[in-house]
């Protein structure tokens, strides 16, 4: 499955944002997707995942209550919106998705498909 995430951008502290990642190439709802982001320096972490079915959904505690998954398996879409942004949310986000997914120490593991990262930046 081929993956491109969009959405991205620059946006002051406390304000939203909505990213994108559009499928293709295989069936869509067949997969769990996930959204992880990797800061300047830091290792890359989970933000959030999703059942294929949408029904599931996993979030890291860093983005609860802020930040939300969704998907949409007619248009072979899943979103991440995001609102109250703070600065620690500047990453760059990437889109992934697995057939075969599970969670090993509170983390997801299992995503073999990934899409190319859209810049997320938030400043004061």
């Known amino acids: 499955v081929q993956l491109q995430a969009s959405g991205g951008g620059m946006v002051q502290a406390g304000g939203s944002l909505r990213l994108s990642c559009a499928a293709s190439?295989?069936?869509?709802?067949?997969?769990?997707m996930a959204w992880f982001r990797q800061a300047p320096g830091k290792e890359r972490e989970f933000v959030a995942t999703?059942?294929?079915?949408?029904?599931?959904?996993y979030y890291h505690d860093s983005v609860k209550g802020r930040i939300t998954i969704s998907r949409d398996n007619a248009k072979n879409t899943v979103y991440l919106q995001m609102n109250s942004l703070k600065l620690e949310d500047t990453a760059v986000y990437y889109c992934a998705a697995g057939r075969t997914t599970y969670y090993r120490n509170g983390r997801p593991v299992g995503y073999d498909y990934w899409g190319q990262g859209t810049q997320v930046t938030v400043s004061s």
């Open positions: 190439g295989r069936t869509f709802s067949n997969y769990a």
């Open positions: 999703i059942s294929w079915s949408g029904g599931s959904t």
